[in-house]
């Protein structure tokens, strides 16, 4: 069951409970606009490559709409869709004045240098600025971004509609953005497992982890867990998947990621399949990588 068909049906379940016209159940699972772009770029050998960009605004009936952005090889309209419509509910449910987008290029960040990478976004935003802005449409990192990425969609958006600093959020510091932005996913991810531990009687410390994904969500999610007293022994990511039961060095690794773009290769751990990283043994499994891994 792919992401689109699994939110659907979640959706129409809802709707039966909250007995809504089908009339509204069908206009609320068609998105307000469906965007997809071809994105040429030189890359730094001198050849082209060319990507496909998404960005899907679901609805903005609550206000603009808002979602990320994110780079992965297995991004599609369908994954995108769901993505936007969860987004919808999300700020819903949370009672803030927006709607919900999600936007994704399916590309493999690893294998794109930073000035490729860079010039990516650049026409990326180029093919679509004229549909996003602060009262339309608001992006942010998500998967393979980040303040990097936002800074670089900023500056390009900039170029046609003036300096726009709220075009997007997860921004650097220095441009306008947040303070605790970049840990605020894997913080809300502590909190939610501090309350189900709690549930059952147990405190992060001393319990064992394992995290699909090493991004910005399960890099602050391992690197709160330790400062907590847990202990991280099995990692993946889009590079490959570590192991060390004892206990991986999460500041290490940290800065092995940040030099090499990746966790292969990192010395404090043996290498695993990244097929593995779900059935290793531990206390508490953290899936923070793509959806739908749990079924």
């Known amino acids: 069951?792919?992401?689109?068909?699994?939110?659907?049906?979640?959706?129409?379940?809802?709707?039966?409970?909250?007995?809504?016209?089908?009339?509204?159940?069908?206009?609320?699972?068609?998105?307000?606009?469906?965007i997809k772009v071809?994105?040429?770029?030189?890359?730094?050998?001198?050849?082209?490559?060319?990507?496909?960009?998404?960005?899907?605004?679901?609805?903005n009936a609550r206000g603009p709409m808002k979602g990320g952005i994110r780079y992965h090889p297995e991004v599609d309209p369908d994954e995108v869709n769901a993505l936007a419509q969860l987004m919808t509910w999300k700020t819903a449910v949370a009672n803030i004045p927006?709607?919900?987008a999600k936007g994704g290029i399916g590309c493999n960040p690893v294998d794109l240098s930073i000035s490729e990478l860079e010039r990516l976004t650049r026409v990326f935003t180029q093919k679509i600025h004229d549909l996003i802005g602060i009262h339309a449409d608001v992006p942010a990192p998500d998967m393979g971004t980040g303040p990097q990425t936002m800074a670089w969609i900023l500056d390009e958006y900039s170029k046609f509609h003036g300096h726009s600093p709220a075009v997007v959020?997860?921004?650097?510091?220095?441009?306008?953005?947040?303070?605790?932005?970049?840990a605020a996913t894997g913080r809300g991810v502590l909190f939610a497992m501090e309350a189900l531990l709690n549930e059952h009687g147990k405190n992060i410390a001393g319990?064992?982890?394992?995290?699909?994904?090493?991004?910005n969500v399960g890099s602050w999610a391992a690197r709160l867990i330790g400062e907590k007293g847990g202990k991280i022994v099995a990692v993946s990511d889009i590079s490959g998947a570590i192991k060390n039961s004892k206990g991986i060095d999460v500041p290490s690794l940290l800065k092995h990621v940040k030099e090499h773009r990746?966790?292969?290769?990192?010395?404090?751990?043996?290498?695993?399949d990244s097929n593995s990283i779900l059935i290793e043994d531990c206390d508490v499994l953290i899936p923070a990588a793509l959806g739908g891994v749990i079924n």
């Open 262 to 272: 990746g966790v292969k290769g990192f010395s404090g751990g043996d290498s695993i």
């Open 98 to 100: 927006y709607g919900g």
């Open 207 to 215: 319990q064992r982890f394992v995290i699909q994904g090493f991004g």
């Open 38 to 59: 071809e994105c040429t770029i030189p890359k730094d050998d001198g050849t082209l490559a060319s990507f496909v960009g998404f960005r899907i605004q679901h609805d």
């Open 1 to 34: 069951m792919n992401a689109l068909v699994a939110t659907n049906r979640n959706f129409k379940l809802a709707a039966r409970l909250l007995g809504l016209d089908s009339k509204l159940e069908k206009s609320l699972l068609i998105p307000f606009r469906e």
């Open 169 to 182: 959020t997860g921004k650097p510091i220095d441009l306008g953005g947040s303070l605790g932005r970049d």
